[in-house]
């Protein structure tokens, strides 16, 4: 079946940029969006339609796309982004969802 | 303001059946798809499917055919999705989510209910 590949984890200092990447053969023709779950609370939403911010979500939240890949990029990292990141698409059909396995983000 | 407000925690036996609901308020409810979304505990996301509530179309995850149904009163701007035959594998934090209004299944989601813990035990 299909799946949206992520790393279990990334680390960076503080100012430092975090990339998160998300692997799957259908991301040149489906959506993607990046979520933010931090303990205990319900996802927050990043970055949609691949590159597209929401007006709430600061700046150095970014999105990029090339090929089966898509980024995202955190610009100046800070202690509060420390969280898990969560990539969603669609497949090939876009009829089934999924989502990508997370990445663990820790703020050394 | 937008809000999605889930119902509150189940405590179901082997074999029976649970069904969630998702009061919204704030916005237009056929306007917006809604999706619902499972996290067992230490987990990851799980895509459980989509309904658009103005037609009543659904579209599930192939593994939970069969066993799910999503469902809507729209008097009452209220979504609903219930599991059957539960086995522990399906205890959960459930989430209702909005869609982003792009009507497109899968798409993304913005706004999320407080999320309903499930728990499958004999």
């Known amino acids: 079946s299909y799946e949206l590949t992520q790393p279990p984890s990334v680390s960076v200092s503080p100012g430092q940029t975090a990339r998160i990447t998300c692997s799957g053969d259908?991301?040149?023709?489906?959506?993607a969006y990046w979520y933010q779950q931090k303990p205990g609370q319900a996802p927050v939403l990043v970055i949609y339609?691949?590159?597209e911010r929401p007006s709430e979500i600061p700046e150095r939240f970014s999105g990029s796309s090339s090929g089966t890949i898509v980024t995202l990029t955190i610009s100046g990292v800070q202690a509060e982004d420390e969280a898990d990141y969560y990539c969603?698409?669609?497949?090939?059909?876009?009829?089934?969802?999924?989502f990508g396995g997370g990445t663990k983000l820790t703020v050394l | 303001q937008v809000q999605l407000v889930q119902s509150g925690a189940e405590v179901k036996k082997p074999g029976a059946s649970v069904k969630v609901s998702c009061k919204t308020s704030?916005?237009?409810?056929?306007?917006?798809?809604i999706s619902w979304v499972r996290q067992a505990t230490g987990q990851g996301l799980e895509w459980m499917g989509w309904?658009?509530?103005?037609?009543?179309?659904?579209v599930y995850a192939q593994k939970l055919q069969g066993r799910v149904t999503m469902t809507r009163n729209t008097s009452i701007n209220t979504a609903y999705m219930e599991v059957s035959s539960l086995t522990s594998e399906d205890t959960a934090v459930y989430y209702c989510?909005?869609?982003?209004?792009?009507?497109?299944?899968?798409?993304?989601?913005?706004?999320w209910g407080q999320g309903t813990l499930v728990t499958v035990s004999s």
């Open positions: 989510a909005r869609g982003l209004g792009f009507l497109a299944v899968a798409g993304g989601v913005d706004y």
């Open positions: 704030g916005y237009t409810f056929t306007s917006y798809d």
């Open positions: 309904m658009n509530p103005n037609s009543g179309n659904t």
């Open positions: 259908a991301l040149p023709h489906q959506d």
């Open positions: 339609k691949d590159t």
């Open positions: 969603q698409s669609a497949d090939s059909t876009g009829t089934q969802g999924l």
